[in-house]
């Protein structure tokens, strides 16, 4: 093929976004339908930076990218050499019709042991029980929880402000306001 020329990982993202929005596919459905990691197909869309002042990027490996672009390849039958370097012209980007909602894909640093999972069990216990022995920390839990939905929301807010489409992200503030009018809880925190 084009082994001595080197690939813009930049245009390649692009190029696999076009094929996952024309496919009409959020990025947890196009990396089911490559049987690929959600995080794998995410670096390879868009790159991870370090943080916002380093010029340091964490990409796939190229073995690892060719794979996944092999894979893009066979399933929404597109040319390898389209992908990998933008030849040819396989469809316009102004064919793509994009959702009717936006999301972003947020990834945590996570461990996971047999302490922690015990812990998250008990603290979904503590929050099904109606004991009053346990109300303090219920409530205490409800309140990380409802801290943890604002910041997320926080985090969808300001990447819908970035990519222009405020619209979903006043969306999901109506939404998340008529769950709260619906549910009246009993107690007030």
């Avoid at 089911?32 to 340091?56: C, F, Q, R, W, Y």
């Avoid at 030849?87 to 042991?113: H, Q, R, W």
């Avoid at 997320?152 to 807010?157: A, E, G, S, V």
Wanted: charged letters at 25%; glycine letters at 4%; aromatic letters at 10%.
């Amino acid at each position: 093929m084009y082994e001595n020329e080197s690939l813009n990982r930049k245009a390649v993202g692009k190029r696999i976004g076009l094929i996952r929005k024309k496919a009409k596919l959020t990025q947890p459905e196009f990396a089911k339908k490559l049987n690929m990691p959600v995080m794998i197909t995410e670096i390879a869309e868009h790159g991870i930076k370090s943080d916002d002042n380093a010029n340091v990027s964490f990409n796939l490996s190229m073995s690892e990218l060719v794979r996944l672009l092999k894979l893009i390849a066979d399933k929404f039958n597109v040319p390898i050499d389209w992908l990998m370097y933008g030849y040819g012209k396989v469809f316009n980007a102004d064919e793509i019709s994009f959702y009717a909602n936006d999301e972003i894909t947020l990834f945590f640093p996570m461990t996971i042991s047999d302490r922690s999972l015990a812990n998250e069990m008990y603290d979904a216990l503590i929050l099904m029980s109606t004991n009053r022995q346990y109300e303090t920390k219920r409530l205490e839990l409800q309140r990380a929880l409802l801290e943890s939905i604002v910041e997320k929301y926080r985090l969808y807010k300001q990447h819908t402000d970035y990519s222009g489409n405020n619209e979903y992200a006043d969306c999901a503030r109506e939404q998340m306001l008529e769950v709260l009018s619906r549910h009246q809880p009993p107690y007030i925190m």
